[in-house]
């Protein structure tokens, strides 16, 4: 691969999540509150002090509503390490998709009895200035774009009418896209984990749905099947990360999910 691999930059965490997975299939994580007790053993302050080194803004994303949002990213990488769907990936999207599970939400603020419509937007940013840091590559324009790219993304949110809340304004997708490949380059790995974890709340859901969707225009704009894959595994990862231990849910949740997937194909198709 041309790119860090997260088992090698975060072998502590990859090990484990590998035990998170060998503790579900042996009955001995059942319930969210099981979960959570091992991840908060896990993360003792030195480990929160080397992920914050890692992955700044690690140690912000875990302290709002008592680390709930900590808990759910390991919900999604337990899910995800034993999905079906990311299995057959190749070992390089596999890696790739490690690195947008760890990033996804890395820039969330959720409140109580207030969910954060915008935080994709934010959390790619976030990406898009650790990723570097960590190796990945980036075009010569980078250095010159970031800051601004940076803070264009960051305000890219609106509302919507009857809410109060702020969501994503997918008016400016076309420029934050630009943006994208112009410091990471066309399909690169970097700029797809940048893009997958930007447009993560963007895919219409029946029994899941965003605010401020994509309409079908856009969606066969701006994807393309490699990112729509990833997408997939994204979707499919974030409801077990809050669905898992509730199978009735997760399983409709899923197949709504796959419906919505398979459409998507078909679109990019046509």
């Given at each position: 691969?041309?790119?860090?691999?997260?088992?090698?930059?975060?072998?502590?965490?990859?090990?484990?999540?590998?035990?998170?997975?060998?503790?579900?299939?042996?009955?001995?994580?059942?319930?969210?509150?099981?979960?959570?007790?091992?991840?908060?053993?896990?993360?003792?302050?030195?480990?929160?002090?080397?992920?914050?080194?890692?992955v700044?803004?690690w140690?912000?994303?875990?302290?709002?509503l008592?680390g709930?949002?900590?808990?759910?990213?390991?919900?999604?990488?337990?899910?995800?390490?034993?999905m079906?769907?990311?299995?057959r990936?190749?070992?390089?999207?596999?890696?790739?998709?490690?690195?947008?599970?760890?990033?996804?939400?890395?820039?969330?603020?959720?409140?109580?009895?207030?969910?954060?419509?915008?935080?994709?937007?934010?959390s790619?940013?976030?990406?898009?200035?650790?990723?570097?840091?960590?190796?990945?590559?980036?075009?010569?324009?980078?250095?010159?774009?970031?800051?601004?790219?940076?803070?264009?993304t960051?305000?890219?949110?609106?509302?919507?009418?009857?809410?109060?809340?702020d969501v994503?304004?997918?008016?400016?997708?076309?420029?934050?896209?630009?943006?994208?490949?112009?410091?990471?380059?066309?399909?690169?790995?970097?700029?797809?984990?940048?893009?997958?974890?930007?447009?993560?709340?963007?895919?219409?859901?029946?029994?899941?749905?965003?605010?401020?969707?994509?309409?079908?225009?856009?969606?066969?704009?701006?994807?393309?099947?490699?990112?729509?894959?990833?997408?997939?595994?994204?979707?499919?990862?974030?409801?077990?990360?809050?669905?898992?231990?509730n199978?009735?849910?997760?399983?409709?949740?899923?197949?709504?999910?796959i419906d919505?997937?398979?459409?998507?194909?078909?679109?990019l198709?046509?």
């Open positions: 691969m041309n790119f860090p691999a997260f088992d090698e930059q975060l072998p502590f965490l990859n090990q484990f999540i590998l035990e998170l997975v060998d503790a579900y299939h042996a009955g001995k994580i059942n319930l969210w509150d099981e979960l959570n007790e091992k991840v908060k053993t896990f993360f003792t302050s030195e480990r929160m002090d080397e992920m914050e080194i890692l700044p803004g140690k912000k994303m875990a302290s709002y008592e709930v949002t900590l808990t759910h990213v390991m919900c999604v990488f337990l899910g995800m390490y034993m079906p769907e990311y299995l990936l190749t070992h390089e999207q596999q890696e790739e998709m490690k690195w947008v599970i760890l990033l996804h939400d890395v820039e969330k603020q959720p409140q109580a009895g207030k969910r954060d419509h915008a935080h994709a937007f934010r790619a940013v976030g990406a898009s200035r650790t990723l570097p840091r960590l190796g990945f590559p980036v075009t010569s324009e980078y250095h010159s774009l970031i800051d601004n790219w940076d803070q264009f960051r305000s890219a949110v609106t509302k919507l009418e009857n809410s109060p809340d994503q304004d997918n008016r400016k997708f076309p420029t934050i896209l630009d943006g994208i490949e112009r410091m990471f380059g066309q399909n690169t790995p970097a700029a797809l984990i940048i893009k997958t974890i930007l447009f993560h709340l963007s895919v219409n859901m029946d029994l899941w749905p965003p605010p401020n969707p994509l309409t079908n225009a856009e969606v066969k704009s701006y994807f393309n099947r490699e990112l729509s894959t990833l997408l997939l595994i994204m979707n499919l990862g974030d409801n077990d990360g809050w669905a898992l231990f199978p009735e849910v997760r399983k409709n949740q899923l197949a709504d999910i919505k997937f398979e459409k998507i194909e078909k679109l198709s046509s």
